[in-house]
């Protein structure tokens, strides 16, 4: 990167031009274009045919899929599909699996209408976002895999582009197609709402043509990796166990024991804060976004309007929040951002606060989104910036599925308590129950930030598995 620093702009720009850095630019859109069809959108769609509000909390629970993706995400890792990774590779075999099953699913989410059938809606549903996650899995592993480490900036800008524009087509295109094509807005219509889920599901097909298209990268097994499994191949052996089941102890130490015991090793006590901060970080926002929609509908806002100013503007103003966000962690450091991020977020809740009193207001709704996306904007880069550090090479595509996935556990629990809490006590008091759970966030990133933050050190192939598993 210091080379590409020293010369000109175009030379620098060049780097987007290569093949699997555009690739990103697809696969991020195939990424992000499932999450809120069944979550934000699904709960408009689902306030809309009249579902109650305490149904739409209980049913946000299905993304917790996401959360719970570091159970298989050693098994994505590491087990081939039979006849799909000898054809593709490891990585494009899970990717093309995984996006073929989110196509089928939002085509049965589209073909149910929830009045009628709402578990066959919530089955879909979880299918989606079981196969989303799996996805994610396999998407990061590719990203970290595919190229040098001085193109992986650019990676992550293209996955980035992509991924939002997604969000938009996900949220905001949804409303406007249903919208179009609705001849009755004064009442529900499922029909709309059909068409526009079919138009997501074939939209699914730029990320299975990106696959079959982008080749598998040609990665060696990592050094830390083989001397682990020969670390507990020799304990292993002790038990004079058939050889079979040895194979198998070994794989399921190297594949779930080692990338974790990884983690807490290198951070010793200071693990638990760490991973406290994580499942706490995004808790003020997780929470306050599943009633966001039901909140916009209770106010009267039409489908065109949250398209135009939530699902719209609100990502453009969450795009240049991540842009502050990177310029401050230049400027002052990953720790330091990290806290303005968490404040942020947890203030700019009281916005709806004031915007519940105005009512149908859209200039109060630009103000609030504006606020309310920058500061999520920034949140996340310092959070993206800070899980990347935590990280271990040799462990990458494991470890963060375990910290994304702990990011995601408790705020979405908790979130779907979210819709009984608003029809016991109102949107006012739900607002400021949020923000006030960003206050143990500052507590936390305090504490974390004693620690001199750094990335963990890279273990050369040098130093034994052995000695890095149990050094004190």
Request: proline share 4%.
């Amino acid at each position: 990167m210091k080379a590409a620093a020293k010369g000109s702009w175009i030379n620098t720009l060049s780097i987007y031009t290569h093949p699997r850095v555009l690739g990103m630019l697809s696969l991020g859109f195939s990424a992000g274009l499932p999450l809120l069809l069944i979550l934000g959108t699904l709960s408009f769609w689902l306030r809309e045919a009249g579902i109650d509000r305490t149904t739409i909390g209980h049913l946000s629970w299905v993304g917790l899929a996401y959360s719970f993706k570091w159970l298989w995400s050693p098994l994505v890792d590491r087990m081939p599909l039979p006849g799909l990774t000898r054809l593709l590779g490891r990585r494009r075999a899970w990717l093309l699996l995984s996006q073929i099953v989110i196509m089928l699913a939002l085509v049965g989410m589209a073909m149910t209408d929830p009045v009628i059938n709402l578990t066959h809606m919530v089955f879909f549903a979880l299918a989606v976002a079981f196969a989303s996650a799996t996805q994610d899995i396999a998407l990061d592993a590719y990203r970290i895999e595919a190229i040098a480490l001085e193109l992986q900036g650019a990676m992550a800008a293209t996955y980035q582009a992509g991924y939002r524009v997604a969000m938009i087509l996900a949220s905001a295109g949804v409303l406007w197609i249903a919208a179009a094509v609705d001849s009755s807005a004064a009442s529900y219509d499922y029909l709309p709402w059909r068409f526009a889920y079919l138009v997501m599901a074939c939209c699914m097909s730029v990320g299975i043509v990106t696959t079959l298209i982008i080749r598998e990268p040609n990665i060696p097994v990592s050094t830390l990796l083989s001397e682990n499994e020969r670390y507990a191949q020799r304990i292993i052996d002790n038990w004079h166990l058939n050889d079979r089941l040895t194979r198998m102890l070994v794989w399921l130490y190297g594949a779930l024991i080692a990338p974790f015991r990884d983690f807490i090793v290198r951070h010793g006590k200071q693990a638990l804060v760490i991973l406290a901060l994580i499942a706490l970080y995004r808790i003020s926002d997780v929470v306050m976004g599943v009633m966001s929609n039901p909140f916009y509908v209770d106010m009267g806002y039409t489908k065109d309007e949250v398209a135009a100013v939530s699902k719209v503007y609100g990502v453009l103003m969450t795009i240049l929040g991540a842009a502050v966000g990177g310029l401050l962690i230049a400027r002052i450091g990953i720790m330091r951002t990290l806290f303005i991020g968490a404040v942020l977020s947890a203030a700019t809740n009281l916005l709806f606060v004031w915007l519940a009193g105005r009512g149908h207001d859209v200039s109060g709704l630009v103000f609030t989104i504006s606020a309310d996306n920058l500061s999520a904007g920034i949140a996340s880069s310092a959070f993206i910036a800070y899980l990347s550090g935590l990280t271990n090479s040799a462990y990458s595509a494991t470890q963060y599925a375990l910290f994304s996935s702990v990011m995601l556990l408790l705020p979405k629990f908790v979130a779907g308590f979210s819709g009984q809490f608003v029809d016991a006590y109102g949107y006012e008091s739900f607002f400021i129950a949020t923000a006030l759970l960003g206050v143990p966030v500052l507590v936390l990133v305090r504490l974390a930030g004693k620690a001199r933050f750094e990335s963990p050190a890279k273990v050369s192939p040098e130093m034994p598995a052995s000695e890095h598993i149990n050094k004190p």
